[in-house]
């Protein structure tokens, strides 16, 4: 628990420490999604997937700079041959992801559900206000455990932010076209996502514990 918690620690330090423009950054994100739910028709329903895209977008700028840069500056391997367990080490810095992301999240929502009540007297948080916190939360499980699974297996770990809206998108049109055709209950999409992220979870980590970290050098 001890370099689980050190991980956690580092992975924060280092956020903290970021340039200030990633704050700001990260500020025009916050604020511009939340003006979403202003528009009509975005605040009911299948609608609400914006909230995944959402997650997208943060959780995917967060892996970067914590699987991706990581591993191609070299740092990754210092940290796996350091003494830590690579089961520590991913699930560390999946937990940091994960904490941050839904930290970002929540300030959103609570921005969105202001932005509702000064435009028309919405108080409080509705059943679509959790339906999209949901949402959010298991997309960006879902995403994270994508992003720890792909840092390992492309050959251009740059990629990922791409690789993640695309498997995304495919999975709204596809439930979309479920909910059309089939009638499936609305929850089952946050349930789909989170067995997705079950299952690149335990990829990740077979991933993890198979890499060769030192390669052998050749004279």
Avoid at 138 to 158: D, K
Wanted: aromatic share 14%; glycine share 8%.
């Amino acid at each position: 628990m001890k370099k689980l918690n050190a991980i956690i620690s580092k992975e924060w330090k280092s956020f903290v420490g970021s340039d200030r423009g990633v704050f700001a950054v990260y500020a025009v994100l916050i604020l511009s999604w939340s003006f979403l739910p202003l528009y009509k028709g975005l605040s009911m329903g299948m609608e609400d997937v914006w909230w995944l895209f959402f997650s997208v977008v943060i959780s995917g700028n967060f892996s970067n700079t914590v699987f991706v840069s990581e591993r191609l500056s070299g740092s990754m391997e210092i940290l796996l041959t350091s003494g830590f367990p690579r089961d520590t080490v991913l699930f560390g810095k999946a937990a940091f992801i994960t904490g941050i992301s839904i930290a970002i999240g929540t300030l959103c929502l609570c921005l969105s559900r202001l932005w509702l009540h000064l435009a028309g007297g919405q108080t409080g948080f509705d059943r679509a206000a959790f339906y999209g916190a949901g949402l959010y939360c298991a997309g960006t499980c879902m995403n994270v455990a994508i992003a720890a699974w792909m840092s390992v297996r492309l050959q251009s770990p740059r990629l990922i932010p791409i690789v993640t809206i695309l498997v995304m998108s495919l999975i709204v049109a596809g439930f979309s076209g479920l909910v059309f055709f089939i009638n499936v209950p609305q929850w089952m999409l946050s349930v789909i996502l989170l067995s997705i992220a079950f299952i690149f979870l335990l990829l990740a980590r077979k991933e993890f514990n198979g890499e060769k970290i030192i390669q052998p050098i050749h004279l």
